[in-house]
């Protein structure tokens, strides 16, 4: 194996790459139903302390990890725990980013789909109706042939973009990408705050409703929180064996936060003025991106215009989270296989790639092999990954550290590039602390759940 690791060109590069694979679609279609649902600013304020305590937390931790041992996630565990069973947690992550790659992969063919639909002025159909949009979007996604198509074009971008390596594949895409979604982003939101009855959208989104905010609210929350950032799967493990000394974890971790939610809330603004301004049903999830938003777009002035420049804005959203899953995935063969990028990525991405096409195929084309589950292998991987594997392996890293690696030692590593600063180690022990018990609360109120039929919270 080679001695020599790749390193980030830049910190601006590092921190675009990261907060790339941090902002995904789930930021443009989950946050801002979340938020508009569970009391709105209300929601947000709970939503902002939780992930300044669990999200920071564990960033910061997965970053350390991968500075201090220059690996990837299964490597990483092992050189700072050598025989022991901490491997399996790397191994874990490493599982998950397959896992996940494997459904969002399918996402991303949808979303290059509805591209090429607004181009087309596809959309124009579908004008203030939903249900025709939904029996559209639903046509496409239960087909054989036209899924598959679009995800494996999306594959096929991802592989490239790894294959040119770090700094002239994810950090150069990443810091090109990143600064069009904002971009787009504020062009939208400014369009959609200028619509007649567009600020009753950011008063859904953003006035605070304690009245509404219940248990309920604030587990969900904690959950988002974890989430969002995509703790647990090795990313920001991978990521962080990237950096040099130099680079300061904190500010960088703080900066990776701070454009996730950022975005996330610009994506509410963008969103649900141009709903609210227009009557429409602020659906949730999927549902809102693929059935409400192609109704409503093309009742604007240059609809195509719009809608064209929201379907790119969340194909640069996926993209670069898909790359960064990728990452994970192909850094655990170059550091622990001895392959060389290009084959690593052509490999697995293919394997990949080949477990997306069965889930796909199980929305409707024919083929389901989690149909004794009761559900599609699409939402299998789904819901494995999200309710189980993420939650895990991030509770795991931050026992890790407390348990095994020690406060003391994680403390040295963090300190440098942080040029004098002051950070409490046993602040940082009881953050990492309150991190895992939440992450650990969410688990066990999952297995709860699933076994009883009713959540303890929630």
């Not at 971008?157 to 990143?178: A, D, H, T, Y």
């Not at 979604?181 to 959609?192: D, E």
């Not at 997306?356 to 494995?384: Q, T």
């Not at 890790?400 to 403390?411: A, E, L, Q, R, V």
Request: proline content about 3%; glycine content about 12%.
């Amino acid at each position: 194996m080679s001695n020599e690791r790749e390193q980030w060109g830049s910190k601006l590069g590092f921190i675009f790459a990261a907060a790339g694979s941090a902002v995904g679609i789930g930021n443009i279609w989950k946050f801002p139903s979340m938020a508009g649902e569970n009391g709105g600013g209300a929601f947000t304020i709970i939503y902002l302390i939780c992930i300044l305590i669990v999200g920071l937390s564990i960033v910061i931790a997965e970053l350390v990890i991968g500075r201090k041992t220059q690996l990837s996630p299964v490597g990483a565990f092992e050189k700072i725990a050598p025989n022991s069973n901490w491997k399996w947690v790397g191994f874990l992550g490493v599982a998950s980013a397959f896992v996940i790659l494997s459904f969002y992969g399918v996402v991303g063919g949808w979303i290059l789909k509805y591209i090429i639909d607004s181009l087309f002025g596809e959309f124009s159909n579908l004008s203030g109706n939903p249900a025709a949009a939904g029996e559209v979007f639903n046509a496409f996604i239960t087909s054989s042939l036209g899924p598959v198509f679009y995800q494996i074009i999306f594959m096929s971008l991802c592989i490239f973009v790894i294959i040119q390596g770090v700094k002239g594949g994810i950090e150069k895409w990443s810091k090109i990408m990143m600064p069009v979604i904002i971009v787009l982003l504020g062009v939208l939101a400014i369009r959609g705050i200028t619509l007649d009855g567009g600020m009753q959208g950011l008063s859904f989104l953003f006035k605070p409703r304690f009245e509404d905010l219940t248990a309920s609210s604030i587990v969900l929350a904690l959950g988002h929180s974890f989430f969002t950032v995509s703790l647990g799967m090795g990313t920001m493990i991978t990521y962080g064996s990237y950096l040099n000394k130099k680079q300061n974890l904190l500010s960088s971790a703080l900066w990776v936060i701070f454009l996730d939610t950022a975005i996330a809330m610009l994506a509410g603004v963008a969103i649900f003025t141009t709903v609210f301004a227009l009557g429409a049903n602020p659906a949730e999830g999927p549902g809102l991106i693929f059935i409400i938003l192609p109704s409503i777009f093309p009742q604007l002035a240059g609809g195509i215009l719009w809608s064209t420049l929201f379907f790119i804005l969340l194909f640069m959203a996926a993209l670069t989270s898909a790359i960064s899953i990728l990452e994970v995935v192909t850094a655990y063969f170059i550091d622990q296989k001895g392959w060389s990028r290009k084959k690593a990525t052509l490999q697995f991405g293919s394997v990949i790639t080949i477990v997306g096409v069965f889930c796909s195929l199980s929305l409707g084309g024919g083929i389901n092999i989690a149909a004794p589950l009761g559900m599609s292998f699409f939402d299998a991987m789904d819901y494995l990954s999200s309710k189980y594997m993420l939650p895990i392996g991030g509770m795991l890293t931050a026992i890790f550290i407390i348990k095994k690696w020690g406060i003391k030692d994680y403390m040295i590593e963090l300190r440098k590039g942080m040029n004098g600063a002051t950070v409490q180690d046993g602040l940082v022990k009881v953050f990492l602390i309150v991190a895992a018990s939440i992450v650990a609360f969410i688990i066990f109120n999952e297995i709860y759940f699933t076994t009883t039929g009713k959540a303890l919270i929630g």
